[in-house]
Nanobody
Framework: QVQLVESGGGSVQPGGSLRLSCAASSFTYRRYCMGWFRQVPGKEREGVATIDTYGRTTNTDSVKGRFTISQDNAKKTLYLQMNNLGPQDTAMYYC????????????????????????WGQGTQVTVSS
């Protein structure tokens, strides 16, 4: 059974940095996307960054130049390096996995909607305040 476990959240002052980790277990799919999402109470879950099997990445505009998604395949761990954090980044952060359907051959893109993702972690809270 696939499990995703996030860690690394916490409280930080504006301008600070955090690195989130997401450890994946029992995840053996060859073609996939891994993503970081965030959510604040009363708002929809927002996609932050994605990375696919081949290391191709995407970032939402609000985090470009500040957040970097990466993965260590040997450790089966996903990371999100967050720099120059601001109060607007305060949220619960989730990692998620999308398994590319076998019926989809050839090139694929990581989906944007959170509803497309098959597996989710429990979330880790990030709070940015002075």
């Amino acid at each position: 059974q696939v499990q995703l476990v996030e860690s690394g959240g916490g409280s930080v002052q504006p301008g600070g940095s955090l690195r989130l980790s997401c450890a994946a277990s029992s995840f053996t799919y060859r073609r996939y996307c891994m993503g970081w999402f965030r959510q604040v109470p009363g708002k929809e879950r927002e996609g932050v960054a994605t990375i696919d099997t081949y290391g191709r990445t995407t970032n939402t505009d609000s985090v470009k130049g500040r957040f970097t998604i990466s993965q260590d395949n040997a450790k089966k761990t996903l990371y999100l390096q967050m720099n120059n954090l601001g109060p607007q980044d305060t949220a619960m952060y989730y990692c998620a996995a999308y398994v590319v359907p076998q019926s989809l051959v050839g090139r694929f893109s990581c989906p944007t909607p959170s509803s497309a993702y098959n597996y989710w972690g429990q979330g880790t809270q990030v709070t940015v305040s002075s």
